[in-house]
Nanobody, 126 residues
Framework: QVQLVESGGGLVQAGGSLGLSCAAS????????MGWFRQAPEKEREFVAA????????YYADSVKGRFTISRDNAKNTVYLQMNNLKPEDTAVYYC???????????????????WGQGTQVTVSS
């Protein structure tokens, strides 16, 4: 069982940057593939980025590739999402996700794992 708590959301102007953190508690964080998903108003939740348990492989949605960077620190049980050159269409609630089955990931998409955080709001103004 893994508990996830996100932090770092907020309001930023288009072109700006924002960093999200997800602190995990529970057993064996370092064995879990982790990721971020987001949900905009009246839209379905969508994949943003994922990282394998060792941190050696990452996956990104095509819409964020080159602008967002996912990373993790297994010693701190934390996964990060650095978001640069933000656009209004990045506005959404961002969710940390754990237990992603990376063998099911394609180049630009991963299915969700079973563990979710409560979400943090990111708003990008134009």
């Amino acid at each position: 069982q893994v508990q996830l708590v996100e932090s770092g959301g907020g309001l930023v102007q288009a072109g700006g940057s924002l960093g999200l953190s997800c602190a995990a508690s529970g057993r064996s964080f370092s064995s879990y593939n982790m990721g971020w998903f987001r949900q905009a108003p009246e839209k379905e939740r969508e994949f943003v980025a994922a990282i394998r348990s060792s941190g050696g492989t990452t996956y990104y949605a095509d819409s964020v590739k080159g602008r967002f960077t996912i990373s993790r620190d297994n010693a701190k049980n934390t996964v990060y999402l650095q978001m640069n050159n933000l656009k209004p269409e990045d506005t959404a609630v961002y969710y940390c996700n754990g237990g992603i089955p990376s063998y099911q990931c394609s180049a630009y998409n991963c299915p969700a794992g079973e563990y979710w955080g409560q979400g943090t709001q990111v708003t990008v103004s134009s």
